[in-house]
């Protein structure tokens, strides 16, 4: 019995802090792309126009959405732009934290306005990534009616109160550098409007386009999941116990469903913890019935 005991002990252990993480591995969703299409890609590159309104360029969807993938990767230049109020606002202010960058016009009939709408849902995030983790920056195009006064209607009118959220204009040679860095293609109708693609823009803290996604309505995880994994790319590299600490809730954190929002949750170590105990019990346990063992009371020699 002596020697079944450690191989029995051993693995008595390892089922119980295995357990718990395979199950909590098993409930996390890994998938990870750098391109998330929120709705088919035919029609998530909107033309944003007038039924009436006729471009007088053609806007070609297929080499819209291949300028746009192109600019994963790159480096946006540092531009100024103006805020509601007037007061400049760079987008250096913004280095060392993701900023999500949405391109609108301001008369826009619809789509822009769903789509600053559906970015609300950023604020579900708050609480587990924390307030001040990322920006959010709204861009007028139209240089010749988002200013800022049109700016601020809009913002007012989209019921926008998410904190680290601006809503700027800026001149017309801004708005073309900035939108060339991003990958952002419009043409102007004849009728005032715009034909654009529709896409979202999340830059990382080092001013690099990370992630484009496309549409106008999207669920909560495809918002939250890159600003997840930029927010702990950025902490997991401090060092000493923070960096320690970061790793630890980057690995606990988990979306919830229900809530449509992410939370951190310390259920695998103390999963593991309880599974620890278990086992040690169990082998207490086992220990103690062989001591107890009538088979080792061996008779004395005379």
């Not at 020697?3 to 993480?21: E, N, Q, T």
């Not at 007028?140 to 989209?158: L, Q, S």
């Not at 019921?159 to 801004?174: H, Q, R, Y």
Request: charged letters at 25%.
């Amino acid at each position: 019995m002596r020697r079944y005991l450690l191989p029995i002990s051993l693995a008595v252990l390892s089922f119980g802090v295995l357990l718990p993480g395979m199950l909590f591995y098993l409930s996390k969703d890994w998938n990870r792309d750098h391109v998330i299409v929120a709705k088919p890609v035919a029609s998530s590159v909107k033309l944003q126009a007038q039924e009436t309104m006729a471009a007088p360029q053609d806007f070609n969807e297929r080499e819209a959405l291949r300028v746009s993938q192109a600019a994963i990767g790159k480096q946006v230049g540092d531009y100024s732009f103006l805020d509601r109020g007037g007061r400049t606002v760079r987008l250096a202010d913004y280095r060392g934290k993701p900023l999500v960058i949405s391109m609108i016009y301001t008369h826009c009939p619809i789509i822009c306005a769903t789509t600053t709408r559906s970015l609300s849902a950023l604020k579900l995030s708050q609480e587990a990534l924390g307030e001040d983790s990322f920006g959010v920056l709204t861009v007028g195009f139209d240089t010749e009616n988002d200013t800022p006064e049109a700016m601020d209607d809009f913002a007012k009118r989209m019921g926008v109160n998410l904190p680290k959220w601006e809503f700027v204009s800026a001149d017309s040679e801004t708005i073309e550098k900035l939108s060339k860095d991003l990958g952002f293609v419009y043409f102007p109708t004849e009728e005032g409007g715009y034909n654009h693609i529709t896409q979202t823009t999340f830059v990382d803290g080092q001013g690099k386009v990370y992630r484009q996604i496309y549409g106008d309505e999207f669920e909560n995880k495809t918002l939250l999941d890159p600003l997840k994994d930029m927010i702990y790319n950025i902490k997991t590299a401090e060092p000493g116990l923070a960096g320690l600490s970061n790793k630890i809730k980057l690995f606990c954190t988990v979306y919830d469903e229900q809530a449509g929002t992410y939370k951190v949750t310390y259920n695998y170590f103390y999963g593991v913890g309880l599974g620890v105990l278990v086992s040690l019990f169990i082998i207490g346990w086992i220990v103690y019935e062989y001591r107890r063992s009538p088979k080792r009371n061996h008779p004395e020699h005379e």
